[in-house]
């Protein structure tokens, strides 16, 4: 099974912070996602990527920034992190071979709080 | 555009009882339909999906879905329903050539009481 592994599990940061949430999958999938859960809500992508040094604006980018630098790894920078960022963090990888509708596969989460 | 409504955001019933979840989308061509199911404190696992072909799909778990293009629905169906069922379920939806961007609804909380 696919395994796809998130850090921190936790985060509190206050609000003007920096804050980087790391993802790393290690089953040499080609797209990798990050989306965040909010109650009413559901999940809503903020940025994908499809390869090493490709990133893709999701629907809710602002405010995010998210750097692809290998297959394995996919990182989500908030550089001013606002009480509106707080939420909790997925990330998730799924393999392009068929060219769409693949399984995605999701990490742990990280919960992320801005005071 | 594309969209998934979940109107049930809240479901309760008794074990043994058939559940059934409601789904619809809002897509101007033929989509891929998901489910995935969040256990309590867990991340999301994959439950089914429909690509094209036999309107029934069935999953893991047990569960299966029913797409219907004519009202535009995917429902989620099991019977009989388990305490361990007790989650939060997502319906998903994938538009053709969207670069695999799924859309998901907001989610409906399962509660089965034994």
């Known amino acids: 099974e696919a395994a796809v592994t998130q850090s921190p599990r936790n985060k509190v940061t206050v609000t003007g912070g920096n804050v980087t949430l790391s993802c790393r999958q290690t089953n040499s999938h080609n797209y990798m996602y990050w989306y965040r859960q909010d109650t009413g809500h559901g999940l809503r992508l903020i940025h994908y990527?499809?390869?090493?040094?490709?990133?893709q604006i999701g629907d809710v980018p602002d405010g995010y920034k998210a750097t692809r630098t290998t297959q394995e790894d996919f990182f989500l920078l908030l550089e001013l992190a606002s009480p509106s960022q707080t939420s909790l963090y997925f990330c998730?990888?799924?393999?392009?071979?068929?060219?769409?509708?693949?399984?995605?596969?999701f990490g742990s989460g990280t919960r992320l709080t801005v005071l | 555009a594309q969209s998934v409504d979940q109107p049930d955001a809240h479901v309760t019933l008794s074990e043994g009882a058939s559940l059934e979840l409601r789904c619809s989308y809002s897509?101007?061509?033929?989509?891929?339909l998901f489910w995935y199911v969040q256990y309590p404190g867990q991340s999301l696992q994959f439950l089914l999906k429909y690509i094209t072909g036999d309107t029934v799909v069935k999953g893991t778990k047990g569960f299966e879905a029913e797409f219907r293009k004519s009202n535009s629905s995917f429902n989620l169906k099991k019977s009989p329903a388990h305490w361990s069922d007790s989650a939060k379920y997502f319906c998903?939806?994938?538009?053709?050539?969207?670069?695999?961007?799924?859309?998901f609804g907001k989610g409906a909380k399962l509660t089965v009481s034994p």
């Open positions: 998903a939806l994938e538009g053709q050539g969207t670069g695999s961007k799924l859309s």
């Open positions: 897509y101007s061509a033929a989509p891929y």
């Open positions: 990527s499809y390869g090493a040094g490709n990133l």
């Open positions: 998730a990888s799924s393999d392009e071979a068929g060219g769409f509708a693949e399984t995605l596969y």
